[in-house]
């Protein structure tokens, strides 16, 4: 838990550093409500870098997800056109990619079973924000497309693991698959970024 925290904290730094870079125009602060439910927790933030095109960086973990022992971490940067003249606001679609990493336990047959791989995924994605409240601060953003993965994975039973090496591999796999992709119901929080810039 504490390596996972680390690694999204460390996401997070990086997205807050590129305040400056974005000349402090406008920043949100984001989650994928959606991603709670599967037990991922998940942050975002997202800079505007013109009239109609912005940037996020979000960052995933999951333990535990549906009842499963595992363990997986992901990012995701992506780049998005605003079709209505002012980013955050209506109709957008995003180009962005994924890269993760999991580790996962399962049983077969009375073995416990060890899965452990990695991710990498480009794909569009189509959406729509709406602003909530009358200082639009809030926002709520439905969103959804479809993706190409490339996925590495290797398993082998468990009571013949080694943690330094990976003996007697049961199989190896890779390939490409296209699935849904960043799907989910957001929220987001406008910062006041001009107190911020001021601090800098």
Known sequence: MKILMKRLFLAMTIAFSAIQIADAQMLALKTNALGYTAFAPNL???LVTGNKTSFSLSAMGAIHSF???MMAFGAMPE???WFHGRPMTREFIGLSLLGATY???TTDQGYRKIYKGNVGAFGLTFGYVWVLGQKQRWNMELHGGLGMYRYNQQARYGEEMNEIEWTDLRFKEKGWVILPYNVGLSFSFILPTEKIARNF
Do not use: V
């Open 79 to 81: 780049f998005r056109y």
């Open 103 to 105: 580790k996962l336990k």
């Open 44 to 46: 975002g933030a997202e």
């Open 67 to 69: 009842g499963m022992d």
